[in-house]
């Protein structure tokens, strides 16, 4: 069965440092993966996503990410972080015909000034 | 284009009670999804529609649960005899046919005492 997994719950860092948030996905052929972000009280906003092709993908914000396929991973970057990047931020693949997405359980970001 | 719009964005009611939330997607979108998120965790796919026929249900959705697209554009779903378990965030989706970009309204809270 398909799986996304996002093993850090909650990650803490200074505005400013760099940030990457770790995505790790189960799925039986190619993915399709995103990236959404959800402040409190907002719906979910899409920062990238990855069909085919260049496996590094930007994103809106300042935010990429990189498909390894070896790793089944699709880790989030961004080298500079802002205090309004505080947010959660969930892992998603894309499944079958539907295209229904299938969400890890996010992770909390947090930036000290 | 006003975005995916969902109503209401908060509903409190008592357990028992029916209750029903409406969807109006992006116009041109012809898919529409309903997720449910409850706290700490992320969005779990509840239903699909392409344009008014429900192509998929999740085994979540339990006999209580009914949503429909009479007109292949909004959508509403409605919650039978509520549990305090159906307490979430209840979140809408639509996309159009082979972008599987998927954009989200605000969500409605349902909070069920």
């Known amino acids: 069965a398909q799986s996304v997994t996002q093993p850090d719950i909650h990650i803490t860092v200074s505005e400013g440092a760099s940030l990457e948030l770790r995505c790790n996905y189960s799925?039986?052929?190619?993915?399709?993966l995103f990236w959404y972000v959800q402040s409190p009280g907002q719906g979910l906003q899409l920062l990238l996503k990855?069909?085919?092709?260049?496996?590094l993908v930007q994103g809106i914000k300042g935010f990429e990410a990189e498909f390894k396929r070896s790793q089944s991973s699709f880790n989030l970057r961004k080298p500079s972080v802002h205090w309004s990047d505080a947010a959660e931020y969930f892992c998603?693949?894309?499944?079958?015909?539907?295209?229904?997405?299938?969400f890890g359980t996010g992770t909390r970001l947090q930036v000290f000034p | 284009d006003t975005g995916v719009s969902q109503d209401p964005r908060h509903k409190i009611t008592k357990r028992g009670q029916n209750v029903t939330f409406r969807c109006d997607p992006i116009?041109?979108?012809?898919?529409l999804y309903w997720y449910r998120q409850t706290l700490g965790q992320g969005p779990e796919f509840l239903t699909y529609?392409?344009?008014?026929?429900?192509?998929?249900k999740s085994r979540l959705l339990s006999d209580r649960f009914s949503a429909e697209r009479p007109k292949g554009s909004f959508s509403t779903l409605e919650i039978q005899r509520t549990e305090q378990g159906d307490s979430a965030m209840y979140l809408c989706?639509?996309?159009?046919?082979?972008?599987?970009?998927?954009?989200f309204g605000p969500g409605t809270r349902l909070t069920v005492l």
């Open positions: 989706a639509s996309s159009f046919r082979g972008n599987n970009e998927q954009f």
């Open positions: 799925y039986g052929a190619t993915p399709y």
């Open positions: 990855y069909f085919s092709g260049d496996t």
């Open positions: 998603a693949v894309g499944s079958g015909n539907t295209d229904k997405l299938i």
């Open positions: 116009s041109e979108h012809n898919r």
């Open positions: 529609f392409q344009n008014e026929a429900q192509l998929e």
